[in-house]
């Protein structure tokens, strides 16, 4: 039998999922005055669609980012980067699925303390940089 708090339950996960997919799920948090951390932080550039992703990169915001000013101009510094490898790669959505959508599912499973804007950006950077577009160039052994 379906009563109507099972209905709403239902209705608040739904909500939840489609901010998690959309790339929205920091500003879902924040919304409901829950701490974001910093994998829901990294959540727009991992499921941010193509215009949100270009939205942030030029520091405005695709939805209203939650936290600081610091976090906000993190998060566009890393989506210039997104912008800048997607256009020498081609994919945006194969970029997202082979770097910041691992690291939030790996930081999803951690139960980190909260990190620094600059920790974070350190992070998403290391992770980008080992990406395969960049072992086109064969390195050479000294």
Avoid at 25 to 54: C, E, M, T
Avoid at 117 to 131: E, K, Q, R, Y
Wanted: glycine share 6%; proline share 8%.
């Amino acid at each position: 039998m379906w009563t109507c708090g099972r209905r709403a339950e239902e209705r608040a996960l739904v909500v939840e999922c489609e901010a998690f997919f959309s790339g929205h799920y920091a500003q879902y948090l924040d919304g409901k005055n829950f701490r974001v951390p910093a994998w829901a932080r990294l959540n727009v550039l991992a499921h941010g669609s193509p215009d949100d992703i270009a939205t942030l990169a030029t520091g405005d915001s695709p939805h209203s980012s939650s936290g600081s000013s610091i976090w906000h101009q993190a998060l566009a510094f890393l989506a210039q980067e997104l912008m800048s490898r997607t256009s020498q790669e081609g994919s945006l959505a194969e970029l997202q699925r082979s770097t910041p959508v691992p690291l939030e599912l790996n930081l999803v499973g951690q139960r980190a303390p909260p990190v620094p804007p600059a920790t974070f950006v350190s992070t998403v950077l290391g992770v980008l940089d080992p990406h395969p577009a960049n072992s086109h160039h064969p390195k050479t052994s000294q």
